[in-house]
């Protein structure tokens, strides 16, 4: 169809960036040091529901926190990358790990240091309170704010575009 794009990879791998994205961006450190993240329920349901029908999900945060890898865990997600600086190597490493060709991920940001994953995944997303540059490359913006149902928006969007979101419908009996 002319003036349509038509969507040809399907994604097999969704990577997720942690503050402003997974989480308000709120940093919140206590007076002994120890930080703690606020994540929402909503999103932590799409992650596990995705990963029931075979869709790899992984975290690549350049910062290092107990708490993702606690959320990780929980979550039964095994594909967790923090402290990395450059996220664009970040993405193809995970591409390579899982065996999925970069045309196949997505990667959701919210940040100027988000973009060389952005750049490079087959699918940029963008939390609706991401940074200009970064809504800038996104093919789709949640309505949803990190921390705020985002992740679950994009999972959900991706699944509908996939014509695979009815597999999740079924695995809850609807």
Same mark, same amino acid.
């Given at each position: 169809?002319?003036?349509?794009?038509v969507?040809?990879?399907?994604? =097999? %791998?969704?990577?997720?960036?942690v503050?402003?994205?997974?989480?308000? $961006? &709120? !940093?919140?450190?206590?007076?002994?040091? !120890?930080?703690?993240?606020?994540?929402?329920?909503?999103?932590?349901?799409? !992650?596990?529901?995705?990963?029931?029908?075979?869709?790899?999900?992984?975290?690549?945060?350049? +910062?290092?926190?107990?708490?993702?890898?606690?959320? /990780?865990?929980?979550? $039964?997600?095994?594909?967790?990358?923090?402290?990395?600086?450059?996220?664009?190597?970040?993405?193809?490493?995970?591409?390579? +790990?899982?065996?999925? *060709?970069? *045309?196949? &991920?997505?990667? #959701?940001?919210?940040?100027?240091?988000d %973009?060389?994953?952005?750049?490079?995944c087959?699918?940029?997303?963008? #939390?609706?309170?991401?940074? /200009?540059? #970064?809504?800038?490359? /996104?093919?789709?913006?949640?309505?949803?704010?990190?921390?705020?149902?985002? /992740?679950? *928006?994009?999972? *959900?969007? %991706?699944?509908?575009?996939?014509?695979?979101?009815?597999?999740?419908?079924? =695995?809850?009996?609807?």
């Amino acid at each position: 169809m002319m003036g349509q794009a038509v969507e040809t990879n399907a994604i =097999r %791998l969704v990577v997720f960036d942690v503050d402003g994205v997974l989480t308000d $961006g &709120s !940093i919140i450190i206590d007076d002994r040091g !120890i930080e703690s993240k606020r994540f929402h329920v909503h999103d932590g349901f799409a !992650i596990r529901a995705a990963m029931s029908i075979g869709i790899h999900v992984a975290i690549l945060t350049g +910062r290092s926190s107990r708490a993702v890898t606690h959320r /990780a865990r929980e979550l $039964g997600m095994t594909l967790l990358v923090q402290g990395h600086k450059n996220k664009g190597i970040g993405l193809e490493t995970l591409c390579q +790990r899982v065996g999925v *060709e970069m *045309e196949e &991920s997505a990667f #959701v940001g919210d940040d100027l240091n988000d %973009l060389p994953a952005l750049l490079r995944c087959g699918y940029p997303i963008a #939390v609706a309170d991401a940074v /200009a540059e #970064v809504r800038e490359v /996104a093919r789709y913006v949640t309505t949803a704010a990190g921390g705020a149902g985002a /992740a679950r *928006e994009a999972i *959900e969007h %991706l699944l509908k575009r996939d014509g695979r979101w009815e597999e999740v419908m079924e =695995r809850f009996g609807i």
